[in-house]
């Protein structure tokens, strides 16, 4: 069975405070591997798609990294905007998405 | 460009009551749809897979006479909640993938805003 676990589950961070939340996984056959933003009471919003290992995708102050078994989201110096829940994805080639459970982040002024 | 919409945005029925939800996508075909709940603070669960022009498949625990899915063409797919109880309150997720284009090279799914269901 997929698997995926987001840690932390949450994050309070001082604007500018850079830092990382990880992504750990087990998947028979990964077809890719995403990343997405879900603010309060809205849909999940698509930020990347990682597919193979060493691969990197920016975004803004927003950087995802992945290996064979983890990814990594990096936040480099956020601001409020950026408070949000990020999930982590795996897609197995049976074209199905499993979530973590995501990790809120919270960005002070 | 890869906009899903869903409608309605919030929902209140009473008990025994059925509810349909829409997904539609806006700027491209899609061939698969899917549906997800998502309970407070929790992450979204997978209910159904929906494909175009046949049956859709339901995960395991999730009943599929209660929660019918119609896919009825490239870019509409709907739920209907079916004798809906206090328990079937959630909020509802669909995404779809692109099946053509540029877009369908890239394994992504987009996802709906969501539609609050409160069953009372």
């Known amino acids: 069975e997929d698997q995926v676990t987001q840690s932390p589950e949450a994050l309070r961070l001082q604007e500018g405070e850079s830092s990382s939340l990880n992504c750990s996984y087990t998947v028979s056959g990964l077809r890719g591997l995403f990343w997405y933003r879900q603010d309060p009471g809205k849909g999940p919003e698509f930020l990347f798609t990682l597919y193979s290992a060493g691969e990197e995708k920016e975004k803004e102050r927003l950087k995802a990294t992945l290996t064979k078994k983890e990814s990594f989201l990096h936040i480099t110096a956020p601001k409020p905007e950026d408070s949000a829940t990020y999930l982590c994805a795996v897609q197995a080639v049976n074209y199905k998405l499993s979530f973590g459970a995501g990790t809120t982040v919270t960005v002070r002024a | 460009g890869a906009v899903v919409s869903q409608h309605p945005s919030w929902v209140i029925c009473k008990s025994g009551t059925s509810v349909k939800i829409e997904c539609r996508s806006l700027?491209?075909?899609?061939?698969?749809m899917f549906w997800y709940r998502q309970f407070p603070k929790q992450s979204l669960m997978l209910m159904a897979t929906?494909?175009?022009?046949?049956?859709?498949?339901?995960e395991q625990g999730v009943e599929k006479d209660k929660f019918l899915i119609n896919h009825a063409s490239l870019t509409l797919s709907t739920l209907t909640v079916t004798s809906a109880h206090p328990e079937d309150s959630s909020f509802y997720i669909c995404?779809?993938?692109?099946?053509?284009?540029?877009?369908?090279?890239?394994?992504?799914?987009?996802f709906g805003p969501g539609t609050r269901l409160t069953v009372t």
């Open positions: 700027d491209f075909q899609a061939t698969t």
């Open positions: 995404s779809a993938e692109p099946g053509a284009g540029v877009a369908a090279l890239s394994y992504e799914q987009y």
């Open positions: 929906s494909n175009e022009g046949s049956k859709a498949t339901y």
